[in-house]
């Protein structure tokens, strides 16, 4: 009996120890676990962050190659290069570009004819390149002091360039060219009359054919082999026309001009021109036929030559 229930303890400690050894193998297996499972999570962090900091290193390469390329803020032609292939980048200005399609003329005006023009006045513009076409423009600025025109540059947008000293004591004028012409090229000189007044519909004759008397203005015509008076009133002049109206004034009327103003009395001093109309420009009084104008012309205020810039400005002329 004692031997059996000795048989019974023994059997029941090896059974607890079994438990215990079962108990402390399924803590370390469930410790195994957890380092394995720990060990994959932080695997996946590190993997993650090494995907992360790859893709930073992929987009900074795109970005460095797109950097490669020089991007221009504005549409136009690369007139000076600063660069070649190849070159290391220290700083500065790469290149120039010049918008060659807006195209703006810089001038001077003197003190004489400058208080007579204003910012939005419509300019005609006549040039080497486009013989006697001529072009259109308009003034964009008026420069408030001549100090404004002791230098000019020709920089378009957004770009900068050197500057061009100028001669010029005037008053700086900056001018729109707003018509379109293929022949018309950055550096050109321009010459520019300012449009003060225009009409429209109205009769001109050389300003010598005008002749004053008891307070009245008339115009010698041919009649015959006579001359006659004819009233006017005159209106608007150019540098070489005034206009003139009358009731008995038409057009084709042949109209004497004395070529000697110190004797216009004199028949062999003078000359005939058929009456036509107000040109925009005006010619030389040098008796020419014209026909009826449907335009005027400037009226006295006018810029010189100027030269044709990109958008900043141009070369200003020498007087």
Do not use: W
């Not at 120890?17 to 932080?42: C, L, M, P, W």
């Not at 003060?196 to 300003?207: H, I, Q, R």
């Not at 009084?285 to 030559?305: A, E, V, W």
């Amino acid at each position: 009996m004692s031997q059996a229930r000795e048989q019974l303890t023994q059997a029941q400690e090896k059974y607890e120890q079994a438990v215990s050894n079962q108990t402390s193998g399924n803590r370390q297996n469930q410790s195994s676990v957890d380092s394995a499972k720990t060990a994959v999570e932080q695997a996946e962090t590190n993997r993650t962050k090494q995907i992360k900091e790859a893709q930073k290193q992929v987009k900074e390469a795109k970005e460095n190659l797109d950097n490669c390329a020089v991007t221009a803020p504005v549409s136009g032609t690369v007139t000076s290069l600063s660069v070649e292939e190849g070159d290391t980048y220290s700083g500065g200005t790469l290149l120039q570009i010049q918008d060659t399609q807006s195209f703006v003329i810089t001038t001077s005006v003197d003190e004489y004819d400058i208080s007579d023009v204003k910012v939005g006045q419509r300019v005609v513009i006549l040039t080497d390149a486009t013989d006697n076409d001529e072009l259109e423009g308009k003034v964009t600025f008026v420069a408030p002091s001549t100090d404004s025109s002791g230098s000019t540059s020709t920089e378009a947008q957004g770009q900068s360039s050197g500057t061009t000293a100028s001669s010029s004591d005037g008053y700086e004028v900056k001018i729109k060219v707003t018509s379109s012409d293929d022949r018309i090229k950055l550096g050109m000189t321009a010459k520019c009359s300012i449009v003060k007044k225009e009409a429209s519909d109205v009769y001109a004759v050389p300003y010598d054919a005008v002749h004053k008397e008891n307070g009245e203005s008339y115009i010698l015509v041919k009649d015959g082999d006579s001359t006659s008076k004819v009233t006017v009133t005159t209106g608007m002049e150019t540098d070489y026309y005034i206009e003139v109206q009358g009731d008995d004034l038409q057009e084709g009327l042949q109209v004497v001009i004395p070529t000697d103003k110190t004797d216009s009395s004199s028949d062999s001093n003078k000359q005939n021109s058929t009456f036509g109309g107000f040109g925009g420009m005006g010619g030389t009084p040098d008796g020419s036929t014209g026909n009826k104008g449907d335009r005027g012309g400037m009226n006295g205020s006018k810029g010189g030559s100027g030269g044709m810039g990109g958008p900043g400005g141009g070369q200003a002329p020498s007087k």
